[in-house]
């Protein structure tokens, strides 16, 4: 069974996006071995300077990059990454499960992005959309993607 990990800036905090978060947690569980790790996301203040954001995505970044687990393949979640079709995601995850990495990790990042170390070390980068989404909605898109894909892989109707 695939190890497949989220790691994720900020907490869910809103009721809906947490029961939906669930509700795939759940479907999940009979596809692959799934860990959530949330991580703190970096206090700012209200109209911060492009310091103190540099700063914060390093330290969100230096905290994502102890949570990676040995012999893993990283997945970056950036505007600036790949748009794959659900499809595409269906063959890469299948191809991931069958190559020499142990882990399949998904990086989420907070409100600003992902530190560019980060996205460098990533083997890829997936971008949801060219819009622009709330970092608590996307963890759920990312679910129900992964769902999807494993769906997908099974020839299941839930894709249609």
């Excluded at 809103?14 to 999940?28: D, I, P, T």
């Excluded at 949330?38 to 914060?56: D, V």
Aim: hydrophobic share 40%.
């Amino acid at each position: 069974m695939a190890g497949i990990t989220l790691i994720c800036v900020g907490k869910l905090k809103e009721k809906f996006y947490a029961e939906a978060a669930a509700e795939y947690v759940k479907r999940l569980s009979g596809y692959c071995r799934l860990s959530i790790v949330e991580l703190a996301e970096q206090k700012l203040p209200k109209t911060p300077s492009a310091g103190e954001i540099e700063g914060a995505l390093e330290k969100e970044g230096a905290a994502i990059r102890g949570k990676i687990p040995p012999s893993a393949r990283v997945v970056a979640l950036c505007v600036e990454g790949r748009m794959r079709s659900s499809q595409d995601l269906a063959r890469m995850i299948g191809g991931w499960q069958n190559g020499p990495e142990k882990n399949l990790v998904f990086v989420i990042g907070g409100s600003y992005g992902l530190h560019p170390s980060v996205k460098a070390a990533a083997a890829s980068q997936l971008s949801m959309s060219p819009m622009t989404f709330p970092h608590h909605l996307a963890r759920v898109m990312l679910l129900e993607q992964i769902y999807r894909a494993f769906k997908i892989q099974e020839g299941g109707d839930y894709h249609k």
